[in-house]
């Protein structure tokens, strides 16, 4: 057997290290102005007006949900198929999340359920773009703005996603980025907070490094001056100019790279569409662009004879590394134990989660790996027909 896919491996070239090496060589290691470029190229690549460079996403929400001031009795609506942090920032603010199924067609908050949710105390919706995948951000913002609610976008997945020609980022009221080490731009760890609002950014500034009114670039040049106030008790979410000399040649790959993920999922549909026990990955509505961060290929349980488990175990066998995106949060027992959710609450995204398998779909792939696991894949299901 040739050797094993992994599930995901990031693009990281000589560029990066090189990058990497001269700002060690430069002296100035922590966040000034490799950061500051960084971020004013991804707001430039996104069409925000504004951009903080943070060390994760979860920073990121965390923050914007803080300047909003939201805390103890707030309630806000976010998607079950998420990775947990998107629920543990309202948490850590004090405040409830509040779970709404998503649709079949995306897999994202469903618009019509987070209206059903909507209640006096309900201050923010929190859609996440899964897989990279747009939601349907033009109802979740008409339906906010119309009740005075904010929006956050997890875009953890979605750097280089499109909504209508419109790149996410510059869509919502503020939307969080990562740059963890799998995502389709990768600081290492790192995230981004990008808005149209100069005032929230400027505020998320001050939450990010410990709520001091200066941060070391503005107090160690030769232009900068050492005092400082601390205005609020912030965080400690800044990027280093290491992470940041990473991103900016990440950036420079991005569109590539979204293509080489788009053509890597258009052979998977082409292939798995043929075969009446898969479910396609969904694609992007018209308009839109998918950022495929992931391929979230489904199984028809009832038209075989093996369950999602075995099919791992089988991949496994054939050398390809494989995921699940995500185990829904109403599943984890400090959740349910907490806010008392049960699966029979989300039939979508319980009937997603029971059947999803997220394929390898980076940029490092070949063909032939495309290929063998397009093979595998097809050579499971035949040795598994009910
Ligand atoms: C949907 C989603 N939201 C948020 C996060 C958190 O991102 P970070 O690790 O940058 O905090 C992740 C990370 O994998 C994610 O997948």
Redesign the pocket.
Same mark, same amino acid.
């Given at each position: 057997m040739s050797s094993f896919l992994l599930f995901d491996r990031p693009d990281i070239g000589e560029e990066e290290i090189e990058a990497v090496a001269e700002v060690l060589r430069s002296g100035w290691i922590t966040t000034g102005p490799k950061t500051k470029e960084f971020e004013q190229r991804l707001a430039e690549y996104t069409g925000a007006k504004h951009a903080l460079a943070l060390n $994760?996403? =979860?920073?990121a929400m965390q923050i914007a949900l803080a300047v909003w001031k939201i805390g103890p009795g707030d309630e806000v609506i976010t998607s079950p198929l998420?990775?947990c $942090? =998107?629920a543990h920032v309202i948490v850590h603010l004090g405040a409830t999340p509040v779970l709404a199924d998503v649709s079949p067609d995306d897999y994202n908050l469903d618009p019509d359920c987070a209206a059903g949710r909507i209640k006096p105390r309900t201050r923010v919706l929190l859609p996440?773009h899964?897989a990279g995948l747009p939601c349907r951000i033009g109802a979740l913002l008409q339906l906010a703005h119309a009740g005075g609610l904010k929006v956050l976008e997890?875009a953890?997945?979605a750097i280089g996603a499109q909504v209508e020609g419109r790149q996410v980022g510059s869509l919502g009221d503020a939307t969080a980025f $990562?740059?963890?080490a799998t995502k389709n731009l990768t600081t290492g760890? &790192? &995230?981004m907070l990008t808005s149209d609002d100069g005032d929230f950014i400027e505020q998320a500034r001050i939450w990010h490094l410990h709520g001091m009114s200066r941060d070391a670039w503005q107090r160690y040049t030769a232009e900068g001056s050492w005092r400082y106030d601390v205005l609020l008790p912030g965080y400690k979410n800044n990027m280093t100019d290491i992470q940041a000399a990473i991103g900016l040649v990440q950036l420079g790959k991005l569109e590539r790279n979204v293509a080489r993920r788009a053509e890597i999922a258009r052979h998977y549909t082409a292939a798995f569409s043929q075969i009446p026990e898969l479910i396609p990955a969904p694609a992007a509505r018209g308009g839109d662009r998918h950022a495929h961060h992931l391929y979230m290929l489904r199984l028809k349980l009832e038209r075989l004879r093996i369950d999602r488990g075995r099919f791992f175990q089988e991949l496994a066998k054939r050398g390809i590394g494989a995921s699940v995106h995500f185990i829904p949060l109403y599943r984890f027992t400090y959740y349910q134990q907490r806010f008392h959710w049960h699966p029979e609450d989300f039939p979508v995204t319980e009937a997603i989660f029971r059947s999803a398998i997220s394929l390898p779909c980076y940029p490092r792939m070949s063909q032939a790996d495309v290929d063998r696991v397009i093979a595998a894949v097809g050579e499971i299901v035949e040795a598994h027909r009910a």
């Open positions: $994760s996403a =979860t920073a998420t990775f $942090s =998107t996440v899964l997890d953890a997945h $990562s740059f963890y760890e &790192g &995230g």
